[in-house]
């Protein structure tokens, strides 16, 4: 099975490389050289013989290029439109030029708050999906992942799992299981955390925090005082029924996995150090 990979250099492919390497016969494409083991076709989203050129032989193509939230202050709306919109329909018609079947293509929570350029595209794009199963057979599956983008460090990544950010290795599984999957048509999928909350934690978070924490982690309380974690105001729980039901999605990491990740690196002595890695 031959899988084009675009955006190879990004934080989402190329971890999703390592772990499809092993299963599939890879192409990688980047508007830059990447150096790899694998062939490599270097592309611009944004040129469509480019991309009908990358995509040649390929049976399946993981699309990942795109601006995202964090670009909104330093991108103007061309350019996200450039790259997520045209470079989208530009993937299409090199699917349909060169016959590919399937396509994987990387959305976004944002996709529901279209008050944003970033949101307006991944909109677009998904109905670019949607309009080219429906013409030209191709199937899509779409990822609705919710902000995965480099953290700071580790800390960052901690408060973040409370503020809706999901775990980047839990977005690389979502995509792996994508690409394998061979029944779904085309349909979006959210791929969230799934933490442990129960209605009764959701309904004492506001007021005591520490209470549900400490149901979880022992300590949790000394730990969240003593590193200076920030809590969310409230907590809430996700709906992955159709991801897991469909693809197989199973999230391993949230606050409460880090919580513990943290206590064993305290017990070690080197946590405050730990927390300031990326």
Not at 29 to 36: C, E, L, N, R
Not at 94 to 117: C, E, L, Y
Not at 150 to 158: I, L
Request: hydrophobic share 40%.
């Amino acid at each position: 099975m031959n899988v084009l990979i675009t955006g190879a250099s990004g934080n989402l492919a190329s971890g999703v490389v390592e772990s499809l390497e092993d299963r599939y016969e890879l192409r990688l494409s980047d508007v830059a050289p990447v150096v790899t083991k694998h062939q490599f076709v270097q592309a611009d989203v944004r040129r469509r013989d480019d991309l009908i050129r990358a995509a040649e032989g390929m049976d399946i193509i993981l699309h990942t290029p795109a601006w995202h939230g964090i670009h909104l202050g330093s991108r103007t709306q061309s350019d996200f439109w450039e790259l997520n919109v045209d470079g989208t329909f530009n993937l299409f018609q090199a699917a349909v030029a060169n016959r590919v079947p399937k396509v994987v293509w990387i959305s976004s929570m944002a996709v529901h708050s279209r008050d944003n350029i970033y949101g307006l595209s991944k909109f677009v794009g998904e109905e670019l999906c949607q309009f080219y199963h429906r013409t030209a057979g191709i199937r899509c599956i779409m990822l609705r992942p919710a902000d995965f983008t480099p953290y700071r460090n580790r800390k960052h990544y901690a408060e973040r799992l409370l503020h809706g950010g999901v775990d980047r290795r839990d977005v690389i599984a979502a995509a792996v299981l994508a690409v394998a999957n061979e029944t779904v048509d085309c349909e979006a999928f959210a791929i969230l955390r799934q933490d442990p909350w129960t209605p009764d934690d959701v309904q004492e978070w506001p007021h005591d925090p520490f209470a549900v924490l400490e149901r979880y982690v022992c300590g949790a309380r000394r730990l969240v005082e003593r590193y200076g974690l920030s809590l969310a105001g409230r907590i809430g729980t996700s709906d992955i029924t159709a991801a897991n039901a469909k693809l197989g999605y199973e999230p391993h990491h949230n606050f409460i996995t880090f919580l513990r990740e943290l206590a064993e690196r305290d017990a070690l002595g080197d946590a405050a150090e730990w927390l300031q890695q990326r």
